[in-house]
Nanobody, 126 residues
């Protein structure tokens, strides 16, 4: 059983930064694809970025590219989402997701991930 627990959300002013964490447990994650998604009120869940655990390669949505950075700590089985230059459009619940089998492509669709965390709220004030 894979468990994902996000933390680090909160209230921040526009232009500020936050770092989200996703602590993973239950299996060895050496071959996983990990994703970050977000969902604003009244909107569909949106892809933000993904990382391949084995290689560390990352891919980002255009809306966050250059502002968000995904990294991982193998020893802690934790993936991070560093968010800089935040704006009010970044306000959403942020979710961590996992797929146990890495793909030859970057997973950007929510339905390609089988495990999800509970989400953490990020609110950016103007």
């Amino acid at each position: 059983q894979v468990q994902l627990v996000e933390s680090g959300g909160g209230l921040v002013q526009a232009g500020g930064s936050l770092r989200l964490s996703c602590a993973a447990s239950g299996r060895a994650f050496s071959n996983y694809d990990m994703g970050w998604f977000r969902q604003a009120p009244g909107k569909e869940r949106e892809f933000a970025g993904t990382i391949k655990w084995a290689s560390g390669r990352t891919y980002y949505a255009d809306s966050v590219k250059g502002r968000f950075t995904i990294s991982k700590d193998n020893a802690k089985n934790t993936v991070y989402l560093q968010m800089d230059s935040l704006n009010t459009d970044d306000t959403a619940v942020y979710y961590c997701a996992a797929n146990p089998q890495t793909a030859s492509y970057f997973r950007t669709r929510a339905n390609s991930y089988g495990y999800w965390g509970q989400g953490t709220q990020v609110t950016v004030s103007s």
